[in-house]
T-cell receptor, first 115, second 114 residues
Framework: GAGVSQSPSNKVTEKGKDVELRCDPI?????LYWYRQSLGQGLEFLIYFQGNSAPDKSGLPSDRFSAERTGGSVSTLTIQRTQQEDSAVYLC?????????????FGPGTRLLVL | EDKVVQSPLSLVVHEGDTVTLNCSYE??????LLWYKQEKKAPTFLFMLTSSGIEKKSGRLSSILDKKELFSILNITATQTGDSAVYLCAVEVAGGTSYGKLTFGQGTILTVHP
């Protein structure tokens, strides 16, 4: 596919469980971003990758959140011991490089519901 | 703390009306301001503004940035029902490891009635 893809599209989990969210960026895009959008809130930056390294992890809300990127492509966002306040839509985006934000495309998101 | 504020939070108009959406910001090391349209889930890019006073246009949409007063506006003329969406404003800050990091406003929900 030509766009950013994310999986799963929806995830329902019980409080305390771990979840993994996956993002497949556009081929050739070196920069990858994770955001989250809680109900009624704007998008909140979580982390971004340049290649496989994450120069900026400042948006991760707690140490229960981690992310990795392998092969300069697929990224996984992991939330351990989920809490109800983690319920949100998690959006991934990629761009050719961090500065080229006019080339940034968003994926369709993963809607996470923690019961 | 970097802050981006959009107004109004919601707006209801009829087809053919012209709307103006506002975005003000307080950030350190401003690099650019971006506007997105969000329908369903994925935001789509509209404009990127870096210089004051230069209007960007795309069809019925236009946007301008005022770096002295720290705000931007997005205009939509002759609105259509397909313009109904959430419009997001975001500011990119420069420097250090924050390259490409965006701070978003809370969005303006635009509803266009036939």
């Amino acid at each position: 596919g030509a766009g950013v893809s994310q999986s799963p599209s929806n995830k329902v989990t019980e409080k305390g469980k771990d979840v993994e969210l996956r993002c497949d960026p556009i081929s050739g895009h070196t920069a990858l971003y994770w955001y989250r959008q809680s109900l009624g809130q704007g998008l909140e930056f979580l982390i971004y990758f340049q290649g496989n390294s994450a120069p900026d992890k400042s948006g991760l809300p707690s140490d229960r959140f981690s992310a990795e990127r392998t092969g300069g492509s697929v990224s996984t966002l992991t939330i351990q011991r989920t809490q109800q306040e983690d319920s949100a839509v998690y959006l991934c985006a990629s761009s050719l490089s961090p500065g080229n934000l006019w080339t940034q495309y968003f994926g369709p998101g993963t809607r996470l519901l923690v019961l | 703390e970097d802050k981006v504020v959009q107004s109004p939070l919601s707006l209801v108009v009829h087809e053919g009306d012209t709307v103006t959406l506002n975005c003000s910001y307080e950030v350190t090391n401003f690099r650019s301001l971006l506007w997105y349209k969000q329908e369903k889930k994925a935001p789509t890019f509209l404009f990127m503004l870096t210089s004051s006073g230069i209007e960007k246009k795309s069809g019925r949409l236009s946007s301008i940035l005022d770096k002295k007063e720290l705000f931007s506006i997005l205009n939509i003329t002759a609105t259509q029902t397909g313009d109904s969406a959430v419009y997001l404003c975001a500011v990119e800050v420069a420097g250090g490891t924050s390259y490409g990091k965006l701070t978003f406003g809370q969005g303006t929900i635009l509803t266009v009635h036939p």
